[in-house]
């Protein structure tokens, strides 16, 4: 079993920044890409961001291109989403997620394991 640990969530005013951590314990493999997700209340959970296993191809959805950033340290089997520039619409429970395998997806049904969350609130 897999189990991910998400930190770094928290309330920020509009325009600052906050940096997610999503550490990997327990069961390991060999090769695996890693998402975000974020749903807001009443919505779907959508992908924000996603990396293979080697870093050298990401996927950003549109709405935070420019602004967030997504980075992994397979030494460590820690993923970190750098988000700068939040907005009010940024506001959701914040999730990460492991994809068996060397690519990324976009699909959450694509993924194999989810942590717990953790709420990123930002204020106008």
């Known amino acids: 079993q897999v189990q991910l640990a998400e930190s770094g969530g928290g309330l920020v005013q509009a325009g600052g920044s906050l940096r997610l951590s999503c550490a990997a314990s327990?069961?390991?493999?060999?090769?695996?890409?890693m998402g975000w997700f974020r749903q807001a209340p009443g919505k779907e959970r959508d992908i924000v961001a996603a990396?293979?296993?080697?870093?050298?191809?990401?996927y950003y959805t549109d709405s935070v291109k420019g602004r967030f950033t997504i980075s992994r340290d397979n030494a460590k089997n820690t993923v970190y989403l750098q988000m700068n520039s939040l907005k009010p619409e940024d506001t959701a429970v914040y999730y990460c997620?492991?994809?068996?395998?060397?690519?990324?997806?976009?699909?959450?049904?694509?993924?194999?394991?989810w942590g717990q969350g953790t709420q990123v609130t930002v204020s106008s």
């Open positions: 327990g069961r390991t493999f060999s090769r695996y890409g």
């Open positions: 997620a492991l994809r068996v395998g060397v690519g990324l997806s976009v699909s959450r049904n694509l993924y194999d394991y």
């Open positions: 990396i293979s296993w080697s870093g050298s191809s990401t």
